[in-house]
């Protein structure tokens, strides 16, 4: 679903400047989520961004004003948005994740 958006997008403004920045957004958690699960070091601070911009957006846009047409808007910002952005943070901050992170242990 994502590759038909970017395809879309793509063909819609010709390679146009401002394709870049959502194509970044949406690669940033895949490659963070395939970095982790090949066991990158590289990919622990890629995903703590991550985590941390999915809170700061979700928080951002649910005290924005909201719009008569969509009431429920906030709550579904909540949940698919907030939320796994703070399970991402809260796992990447447990004491067995930082101790993978620095090297001085293994998960087993």
């Known amino acids: 679903m994502f590759l038909i958006g970017l395809l879309a997008e793509l063909v ?7 394709v870049l920045l959502p194509l970044s957004l949406g690669l940033a958690p895949l490659v ?4 982790l699960l090949s066991g990158r070091r590289w990919a622990w601070p890629l995903a703590m961004y991550v985590g941390a ?8 846009t649910m005290t924005q004003p909201g719009d008569i047409t969509l009431p429920g808007a906030a709550l579904v910002t909540f949940i698919f948005v907030v939320i796994p952005g703070a399970v ?4 990447l901050l447990m004491p067995r994740s930082l101790r993978w992170f620095r ?6």
């Open 53 to 60: 911009a999915g809170v700061a957006f979700g928080i951002y």
């Open 12 to 18: 819609a403004r010709r390679g146009d400047d401002q």
């Open 88 to 91: 991402v943070l809260f796992v």
């Open 32 to 35: 963070a989520g395939i970095g």
């Open 103 to 108: 090297g001085a242990g293994t998960h087993r």
